[in-house]
């Protein structure tokens, strides 16, 4: 059973940093096309980032690209998002999910796993 687990959510200043990690047990996440998502309060989960199951084509939301980085551990099985320069509008719970497919879509639809999320707050 493949299992997803997100942390390093928490509350920081608008203009600061921090970096989520997702870790997979069960299978090994190169055999996956993996993606971040996020909902914020009464709003739809909305794509963040995604990277190719071979880990050579990354996707970003037009919101945070420059500011986030996808990446991936293959050897601790283990996914990052980088985000600096966060903006209250970046407040939101983060989800990692992962597709049985070479490319992860950028909607909700196709994700077979998905983690429990990790809260992230920015303060202005």
């Known amino acids: 059973q493949v299992q997803l687990v997100e942390s390093g959510g928490g509350l920081v200043q608008a203009g600061g940093s921090l970096r989520l990690s997702c870790a997979a047990s069960g299978r090994s996440f190169s055999s996956f096309a993996t993606a971040w998502f996020r909902q914020a309060p009464e709003k739809e989960r909305e794509f963040v980032a995604s990277l190719s199951r071979s880990g050579g084509s990354t996707a970003y939301a037009a919101s945070v690209k420059g500011r986030f980085t996808i990446s991936r551990d293959n050897a601790k099985n283990t996914m990052y998002l980088q985000m600096n320069n966060l903006k209250p509008e970046d407040t939101a719970v983060y989800y990692c999910?992962?597709?049985?497919?070479?490319?992860?879509?950028?909607?909700?639809?196709?994700?077979?796993?998905w983690g429990q999320g990790t809260q992230v707050t920015i303060s202005s």
């Open positions: 999910a992962a597709a049985d497919r070479s490319f992860a879509p950028p909607t909700n639809s196709g994700y077979a796993y």
